[in-house]
């Protein structure tokens, strides 16, 4: 399977660091001018969601760019 950078898309990796992974996510994006932000959100129970946030629920509704979250690998194959 091609990859998207042979594709002809320019992708940009950035490790961040901070409290809050998706305000770290968006401050990120909005630094480096990002088109849009694609991320395969990590699986967890309900409890570690309440404990940290819902990072995919906060990135979807704060982000002023689009988001497209991608399925885990296995999923829906």
């Not at 305000?23 to 959100?41: G, H, M, Q, R």
Request: proline share 5%; hydrophobic share 40%.
């Amino acid at each position: 399977m091609p990859t998207l950078e042979a594709e002809g898309f320019d992708i940009e990796t950035r490790i961040a660091f901070g409290t809050d992974i998706a305000e770290s996510i968006l401050d990120v994006a909005k630094e480096i001018d990002a088109t849009s932000i694609v991320f395969v959100p990590r699986g967890s129970g309900i409890l570690a969601r309440r404990l940290s946030g819902d990072v995919e629920h906060k990135l979807t509704t704060k982000s002023d760019r689009p988001v497209v979250a991608l399925p885990r690998r296995g999923e829906g194959e």
